[in-house]
């Protein structure tokens, strides 16, 4: 069983429910009024922590247009790195007064660094956890440089192949550490979900396993909890009308409430390894089927299966007993509807 990790106070593994994370990302539009509302809104909906993203245009790629730097398909075909990341990021200024709000209310706040001065700046907030973005899973010096603030690291690993994953989590060294499952499509296809990788990651390196989850809908991280998902991270958005660089794979509030709701009710569904009687079963077992009397026998007749019949309720002899008692004479006068019981049978001579 994976050591629990402590974000925040809140233990973090298999034996506890689904940690849950709002990916703000850049769904606050470039507005800080609508951040710290989304701040408010992930609260209401059930998250236990919000998440930023801690970079600038200028830290994560170069203001520039040659090969590569432009986009090619999906929701932002055509434009630059650069452009694109202006847009999305969370302006520094921006994060103490996020992570007040999001204190405020009793919401856990951290954030994703892309560089060391980003580490720095979330060092000084006090962030009690760093997640690292797929995109940079295989910047081991960043990961480095965050272990060493000895603080919990929350790793997705799309894109990476598994001696990716395994160089990062050697990297990690002793920081208390959990990977998140990740396919890095804007949006995912369920079908390229792959969910059975989770518990796969988990034996493989003995660290809880969580879902970073870019589908559209909820089915995919109810799913992941019923496979042992630790974290459940899902992007936020107070309205997809709205837009949002973001805004296409991301839950309104209401949706991410009911995400909430169900993922927990599926951990819940787990339990235990467990036979027998359930609480709510209770009495269950006085219907199940037993050996009654179904027609009127005489003192001395022998029973057949006209007479004795396995039916239900569950208050005569075990049904397994019928090849044994079909034969047998009556003890005494059997009238139909007695549950059959073996001192209701004559010794055999």
């Known amino acids: 069983m994976p050591r629990d990790v402590i974000i925040n106070g809140r233990p973090v593994g298999p034996g506890h429910p689904p940690y849950l994370i709002a990916e703000m990302s850049g769904n606050h539009k470039g507005d800080l009024s609508r951040a710290l509302a989304l701040v408010d809104a992930a609260g209401e909906a059930g998250a236990d922590a919000v998440k930023l ?102 790793l997705s690993t799309g894109l990476a192949t598994l001696g990716e994953v395994a160089e990062a989590v050697e990297a990690v060294g002793d ?82 409430k009911a995400m909430a709701d169900s993922v927990r009710t599926a951990w819940a569904a787990l339990g235990r390894v467990h ?17 009654y009397v179904t027609a009127d026998v005489a003192a001395g007749e022998a029973l057949s299966a006209a007479s004795v019949r396995s039916i239900r309720p569950g208050f005569g002899m075990e049904p397994k007993q019928l090849p044994a008692v079909l034969g047998r004479r009556a003890a005494r006068a059997l009238k139909r509807g007695e549950p059959l019981r073996w001192d209701m049978l004559a010794p055999e001579t």
């Open 53 to 154: 993203q801690t970079y600038t245009a200028d830290t994560l790629t170069i203001d520039h247009d040659g090969p590569g730097f432009r986009l090619e398909g999906g929701l932002w075909q055509g434009r630059t790195l650069h452009d694109l990341y202006r847009e999305a990021h969370t302006p520094w200024e921006w994060h103490e007064p996020l992570f007040e709000r999001a204190r405020a209310i009793g919401l856990t706040v951290f954030s994703s660094p892309f560089d060391d001065t980003a580490v720095e700046l979330l060092e000084r907030l006090d962030a009690p956890a760093f997640k690292i973005a797929s995109f940079e899973l295989n910047d081991l010096p960043l990961i480095r440089r965050a272990a060493r603030s000895g603080r919990p690291l929350i």
């Open 175 to 256: 920081a208390p550490l959990v990977l998140l499952h990740c396919v890095s499509g804007y949006p995912t296809p369920p079908e390229d979900c792959n969910l059975r990788t989770i518990p796969h990651l988990a034996q493989a390196f003995g660290v809880g396993v969580g879902l970073s989850d870019h589908t559209r809908g909820v089915a995919v991280p109810v799913a992941a909890a019923a496979l042992g998902a630790v974290v459940i991270e899902k992007h936020f958005t107070l309205s997809r009308a709205d837009g949002g660089v973001d805004s296409a794979f991301s839950l309104e509030p209401a949706e991410f």
């Open 275 to 291: 036979y027998g009687v359930e609480p709510s079963e209770a009495g269950g077992r006085d219907y199940r089927r037993s050996l």
